[in-house]
């Protein structure tokens, strides 16, 4: 896994960070995620663009 770059998803209008690509049913804020309707990578969209949970949660993991 590339911690610094993770794969995120698109639910809705929002991009969550998953853990486990996209066989993941959760994002790293607990968002269901099972519908994954497009998949990329964090820096493809940037951190400022994606779900606030998960950029802090994110965020606080790195350290
Ligand atoms: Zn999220």
């Known amino acids: 896994m590339e911690e610094t770059n993770p794969v ?3 639910t809705g209008d929002t991009w969550h960070i998953v853990e486990y690509s996209r ?3 959760v994002a ?3 968002q269901r995620v099972g519908d994954g309707r ?3 990578r964090l820096k493809q969209v940037g951190v400022e663009n994606i779900c606030r949970n998960c950029a802090k949660l994110w965020q606080t993991e790195k350290g």
């Open 28 to 30: 790293l804020c607990g």
């Open 8 to 10: 995120v998803l698109l």
């Open 38 to 40: 497009a998949h990329t």
């Open 23 to 25: 066989r993941s049913k």
